[in-house]
C-alpha cells in the first residue's frame, strides 16, 4: 500500500491551520480570566494540541493523559490509564483535547476522572467531531471540522501508527 494511492485527500494543510486559528481566537474569548488547563489526550492530539496552545493567547498550564477505557465500565469512570497527568487539576478548568471524538468512550470516562478529582469544569475540544457514530451520551463543546464517516489519518490521526505525521487530514481506502 502505497501513501498516495490509499490516501485521499480531505482536509488541506491551509483550511486546518486557518479552523485551529479560529478555535484559538474562540477559546481565547471563553477562558478570558479563567484558570484554564489544557490536557492533550495521548498520542492522537499532538499536533492539534501543539498548534491549539500557540494561537490561544492567555496563560494556560498544559499537561497529557494517555488513557484507554475498559470495555463496559465507563459509568464507574474507571480508566486504564497508560500515563497519567502530572498536574493536579483540583479547581482547574480543564480542556480536554483529543484528535476525534468517534463513539465518545474515552472521552466520557476522561472527562468523570477529571470531575472526580475535582476539576472545576470539563469541557472537550475535539479536532474532528464523528457525530453519527456517538455511542455515549457526550458531545464536543467545541469542533473543528465535523465529519460524517470514513476512518481519517494524519495531523496526529493514525492507522496502526502510520499516516500521524501527514500536515493534512486523508481517508483511508483499503
Ligand atoms: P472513542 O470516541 O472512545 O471511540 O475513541 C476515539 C479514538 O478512536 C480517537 O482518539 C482515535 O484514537 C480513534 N479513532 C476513531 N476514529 C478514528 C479515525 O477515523 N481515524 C483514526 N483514529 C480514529
Ligand atoms: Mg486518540
Not at 49 to 66: G, N
Not at 96 to 107: A, N, Q, R, S
Not at 110 to 124: H, P
Not at 156 to 172: A, H, S, T
Request: proline share 1%; hydrophobic share 40%.
Amino acid at each position: 500500500m502505497t501513501e498516495n494511492g490509499s490516501i485521499k485527500a480531505i482536509i488541506s494543510k491551509e483550511e486546518i491551520q486557518a479552523a485551529v486559528e479560529r478555535m484559538g481566537k474562540r477559546l481565547t474569548e471563553d477562558y478570558a480570566g479563567k484558570n484554564l488547563l489544557v490536557l492533550g489526550v495521548m498520542k492522537g492530539s499532538f499536533i492539534f494540541m501543539a498548534d491549539l496552545v500557540r494561537s490561544i493567547r492567555l496563560p494556560i498550564k498544559l499537561d497529557f493523559i494517555h488513557a484507554k477505557s475498559y470495555e463496559g465500565t465507563e459509568s464507574t469512570g474507571v480508566v486504564d490509564v497508560k500515563m497519567d497527568a502530572e498536574l493536579d487539576v483540583k479547581g482547574k478548568q480543564v480542556l480536554l483535547v483529543e484528535d476525534i471524538l468517534d463513539t465518545g468512550k474515552t472521552l466520557s470516562v476522561l472527562k468523570k476522572t477529571m470531575l472526580s478529582r475535582g476539576a472545576e469544569d470539563v469541557k472537550i475540544v475535539a479536532f474532528l467531531d464523528k457525530t453519527a457514530r456517538r455511542l455515549v451520551d457526550i458531545s464536543a463543546d467545541y469542533s473543528c471540522f465535523t465529519i460524517e464517516d470514513g476512518f481519517l489519518v494524519g495531523y496526529g490521526l493514525d492507522y496502526n501508527e502510520d499516516y500521524r505525521n501527514l500536515d493534512y487530514i486523508g481517508e483511508l481506502i483499503l
